[in-house]
């Protein structure tokens, strides 16, 4: 206890004693209870006393204690007017003023600019712990999960140097991660036993696919990290997952229909064990992309409920860490190139523009890789080396429906071609008479027996 609040106490128990009669006081029965009440409040008042404010979404009356750095939201106004009786206010002026959620100055109580905020992002206790740098040996478990989640050495600083940006300064990254990887790998347990603790569990989420398609995201409400686990890619979510991850307001919508605007703090980390948990565009900036390692179960370091004790019993010293990190925020905004990124874009493009560009492109060695994989013929792979502005129909289809993973049929494939410029028309005659192709460039015009 501080020396204020034991001054206080002092005085509100000698306060107490007094007006119950001490040898040295009158015991009137009539004046005991008016003597108690005007010494306690004589006591309370050594402190600042607290002053009233209406929160302007809810309606809401508080009591602010400056000298405490706290609020109190109380039951109505005659409740918020009785406890500052007690403080010795006897009329409190109740001040609009509305909350935030600002990870970014999470010292100031409040502020007059346009009327009162209070800033209600709390740090969690081990970004409020001293600073004091710690070596990675005062970690070894959390490393040795850091290893298998992020296997390749670069990339595991680049996801420490974006992890200790929000940590040390509440901002926004404007970068995502997506963690791919078998089920038991360690994404979730990085996730729930390490990020959010230190971050702080109240501004943290844990959240599935339903999350990223329903209009309904208040969950989203005051978050500044949310793991959406084992994802896949969905039209619905594609251009929200993007608003999210760079805007730098969102749009937050309850079941009960109420919507409104928002300051953007998230930042986020998908997690899947599927080949497509997210959409990138070619020329994404947005997200980082890795695969972990094998199953945390087969590793002899990792002996279950042990080690989980053991990561938190280390993350004090992994807070230290990062408070002593030399992050670079410049860098953390910007999302580093991998083979796993790579692969993503490729199959986040439709399957009919990467086989248009494909075929445009003349790129034969792919083509081929695609044809074997897609049960080609030889005779079909060796039509593949020679690509003269033309392709047959049935060989087209199967190469698309090898890129995609919902069946094209032939029709929506040829409908999909023409509309990027492709034509069809009959072939060359061949052992097998004259098929239906596909045309591009000088060869997509109609030949003469077609008219």
């Known amino acids: 206890m501080t020396k204020g609040k034991l001054l206080i106490s002092e005085q509100i128990a000698g306060a107490l004693r007094r007006a119950c009669g001490e040898p040295e006081k009158t015991m009137d029965p009539v004046n005991l209870n008016q003597q108690a009440e005007e010494a306690v409040i004589e006591a309370r008042q050594v402190k600042t006393p607290p002053f009233g404010l209406l929160e302007e979404e809810t309606g809401k009356y508080v009591l602010i204690f400056p000298d405490e750095s706290r609020r109190l939201v109380c039951k109505s106004k005659s409740h918020a007017t009785g406890v500052a009786k007690g403080y010795g206010v006897t009329t409190p002026d109740f001040k609009p003023y509305r909350e935030v959620f600002d990870p970014c100055r999470p010292d100031q109580v409040f502020k007059g600019e346009s009327g009162f905020e209070w800033n209600i992002y709390e740090k969690s206790p081990y970004q409020l712990s001293a600073v004091a740098t710690e070596p990675a040996d005062k970690w070894p478990t959390i490393g040795k999960l850091l290893e298998n989640v992020f296997p390749d050495q670069s990339i595991r600083e680049a996801f420490l140097n974006w992890l200790a940006v929000v940590f040390n300064t509440g901002a926004k990254t404007q970068t995502a991660w997506v963690i791919l990887g078998p089920q038991g790998s360690g994404k979730t347990l990085l996730v729930t036993q390490v990020i959010f603790p230190l971050l702080g569990m109240a501004n943290c989420i844990q959240l599935n696919q339903d999350a990223l398609t329903t209009r309904f995201n208040s969950l989203l409400q005051r978050k500044q990290m949310v793991c959406f686990n084992e994802v896949h890619s969905s039209p619905k979510s594609a251009d929200r997952i993007k608003t999210w991850v760079t805007e730098s307001d969102i749009r937050l919508e309850e079941k009960s229909g109420h919507a409104f605007m928002e300051t953007n703090y998230l930042n986020l980390i998908f997690t899947s064990n599927s080949e497509v948990p997210v959409k990138l565009d070619v020329d994404d900036r947005r997200f980082n992309v890795v695969r972990t390692g094998a199953p945390l179960n087969g590793l002899d370091w990792f002996h279950g409920a042990g080690t989980v004790n053991m990561i938190e019993r280390q993350l004090k ?135």
């Open 317 to 451: 010293s992994f807070a230290a860490y990062l408070h002593g990190y030399s992050f670079s925020a410049e860098q953390a905004r910007r999302p580093i190139v991998s083979n796993e990124k790579q692969a993503l874009i490729e199959a986040s493009v439709d399957p009919v523009d990467r086989l248009a560009d494909m075929l445009r492109r003349k790129q034969v060695t792919e083509l081929q890789e695609l044809g074997v994989k897609a049960a080609l013929t030889p005779d079909q792979l060796s039509e593949l080396s020679d690509l003269s502005g033309t392709l047959k129909k049935e060989m087209a289809w199967k190469l698309v429906n090898e890129l995609s993973d919902v069946e094209v049929s032939q029709t929506e494939l040829t409908s999909e071609l023409l509309k990027r410029g492709f034509g069809h028309k009959r072939g060359k005659a061949d052992s097998e008479g004259r098929k239906r192709v596909y045309a591009w460039g000088s060869d997509q015009n109609p030949d003469k027996s077609d008219k």
